[in-house]
C-alpha cells in the first residue's frame, strides 16, 4: 500500500518552455500532498503543500507564480514550472500523506528536469 | 529556523560491520522524526518516532529518540551491500500541515 506514482521520470525542455508534473496517490486518497526539489549531492528543500480544493501553501523564496500547483482531487496534484530556466533543473519530488495530518508521508519516485 | 543536522555526512564499511547514524535536531512544535532510505530515486520510508525510549525495528534496521536530547540514531547491524544508500533524517514540525524538515543525509557505503 501507499504507492505514489509521479510523470513523467525525465523530462528536458527548451529555456522559456512550461512543464507540468503529476503526483498521483494510487491507493489512496490524499488531502496534502507535497512538493520538494533536490539538487545533485543536497537534501530534499520543501517547495510548498499542496492541500486539495484550495491553494497551495508555498515555502519562503518559492515564487509562486513560477511554479504553480494543483490539486484537483484527493489522487492528483500537478506542478507546472512555468517559463522553465537553466536553473529550475533539478530533481522534484512529490509526497503524499496518509491518512490526514501527522501521517507518514510516501513518496513518488521524482522527475528529473534538464532545462537547456 | 528549524534545522536537522545529520552526521557523519558520509560513511564506509564492511559487511557484516555494525553502523550508527545520528541525527538531531531543533525545531518549532515538534511532533515526529522520520528516517528514510534513499537510492537512486525518491526516499522509501523506514520508521517513524514520535516518543521517546521507545525503539523500533525492523529486521536489521533499528530506530530510537530521545526527546530531551533532541537526537534519534538509526542502526543498521551485519550491514550488507544492499544497505549502501543515502539515509536522510526529517523532522515534522509546526502548524496544520505538519511539513517536513530533511537533513543533509548521511551516504552509507557498504563494501563486500
Known amino acids: 500500500g501507499a504507492v505514489v506514482s509521479q510523470h513523467p521520470s525525465r523530462v528536458i525542455c527548451k529555456s522559456g518552455t512550461s512543464v507540468k508534473i503529476e503526483c498521483r496517490s494510487l491507493?489512496?486518497?490524499?488531502?496534502?500532498m507535497f512538493w520538494y526539489r533536490q539538487f545533485p549531492k543536497q537534501s530534499l528543500m520543501l517547495m510548498a503543500t499542496?492541500?486539495?480544493?484550495?491553494?497551495?501553501?508555498?515555502e519562503q523564496g518559492v515564487e509562486k507564480d513560477k511554479f504553480l500547483i494543483n490539486h484537483a482531487s484527493l489522487t492528483l496534484s500537478t506542478l507546472t514550472v512555468t517559463s522553465a530556466h537553466p536553473e529550475d533543473s533539478s530533481f522534484y519530488i512529490c509526497?503524499?500523506?496518509?491518512?490526514?495530518?501527522?501521517?507518514?508521508?510516501?513518496f513518488g519516485p521524482g522527475t528529473r528536469l534538464l532545462v537547456l | 529556523e528549524d534545522k536537522v543536522v545529520q552526521s557523519p555526512l558520509s560513511l564506509v564499511v564492511h559487511e557484516g560491520d555494525t553502523v550508527t547514524l545520528n541525527c538531531s535536531y531543533e525545531?518549532?512544535?515538534?511532533?515526529?522524526l522520520l528516517w528514510y532510505k534513499q537510492e537512486k530515486k525518491a526516499p522509501t520510508f523506514l520508521f517513524m518516532l514520535?516518543?521517546?525510549?521507545i525503539e523500533k525495528k525492523s529486521g536489521r534496521l533499528s530506530s530510537i529518540l530521545d526527546k530531551k536530547e533532541l537526537f534519534s540514531i538509526l542502526n543498521i547491524t551485519a550491514t550488507q551491500t544492499g544497505d549502501s544508500a543515502i539515509y536522510l533524517c526529517?523532522?515534522?514540525?509546526?502548524?496544520?500541515?505538519?511539513?517536513?524538515?530533511f537533513g543533509k543525509g548521511t551516504l552509507l557505503t557498504v563494501n563486500p
Open positions: 509526497s503524499a500523506r496518509v491518512g490526514g495530518v501527522g501521517g507518514t508521508q510516501y
Open positions: 491507493d489512496f486518497q490524499a488531502t496534502t
Open positions: 526529517a523532522v515534522s514540525s509546526g502548524g496544520s500541515n505538519y511539513k517536513l524538515t
Open positions: 525545531v518549532t512544535n515538534f511532533r515526529s
Open positions: 514520535t516518543s521517546s525510549g
Open positions: 499542496s492541500n486539495e480544493g484550495s491553494k497551495a501553501t508555498y
